[in-house]
């Protein structure tokens, strides 16, 4: 019988295998924007699981602050630093696509780019903080920079609702039903899917790492106390 991490591990890399032949054996180029559409499903399906493993920082470092649980410390830990490369992977791949629409990398007029560039230099901070301070001293500050991230992502969703329709750079594909071929609804669906599949299975892996790190600190205090 196969082990849960194992079974996810055969899921993610065959809903990734699938999702690429959708991206880019099956869904045709769109009329305005070509092939370049394409990084649209890595770049929406990178959001919403960066989301997701935010989502798990949020939860996971509340609970650490109420009861010092070590175990939730490293889930914390684990979903921050796979939500910063998703985060990563959203700014570079929206570049990419910026690039090509208004012919510059970033505009800092642009309410969604500029909030989420702040949830992405939080949470380098986050990964900063946890991976390069004394890990007993820095669990309360990182799970609280950890909520203070997650509870920027809801300001990154709306952040663009503040302004009015003629003033909206960024393109809001799904709200306004964009994707007319079948076929752009199934390569986005299975990318989010794919995509979300992979977080959780880095965060898992990652949070297993993290279990051994603190039992690895545990035995070199033991025998710190022990020799002294």
Not at 156 to 173: D, G, T
Request: glycine share 6%.
């Amino acid at each position: 019988m196969l082990s849960p991490h194992f079974a996810l591990t055969i899921l993610s890399f065959l809903l990734l295998g699938v999702a690429q032949y959708f991206v880019f054996m099956v869904v045709p180029n769109e009329q305005v924007m070509g092939a370049v559409q394409r990084v649209f499903y890595f770049h929406v399906g990178s959001a919403i699981a960066c989301y997701a493993a935010f989502a798990v920082v949020f939860v996971a470092s509340l609970m650490y602050l109420t009861n010092r649980a070590p175990k939730l410390d490293a889930l914390s830990v684990a979903a921050g630093e796979v939500g910063f490369i998703l985060c990563t992977i959203v700014l570079i791949t929206g570049m990419i696509w910026g690039h090509s629409a208004w012919n510059t990398w970033f505009r800092w007029e642009e309410p969604r780019l500029v909030t989420f560039l702040v949830l992405w230099l939080i949470f380098l901070s986050f990964t900063i903080l946890r991976n390069f301070g004394d890990p007993l001293k820095t669990a309360v500050h990182g799970s609280i920079l950890g909520i203070l991230g997650a509870l920027s992502v809801p300001l990154v969703y709306v952040s663009i609702k503040f302004l009015p329709q003629s003033a909206r750079l960024h393109p809001e594909v799904i709200e306004h039903g964009g994707l007319k071929d079948p076929s752009y609804w199934q390569a986005f669906g299975l990318s989010v899917v794919a995509l979300t599949c992979v977080c959780a299975l880095l965060i898992w892996l990652r949070y297993r790492v993290g279990i051994v790190e603190q039992r690895a600190r545990e035995i070199s205090l033991e025998d710190t106390l022990y020799d002294s």
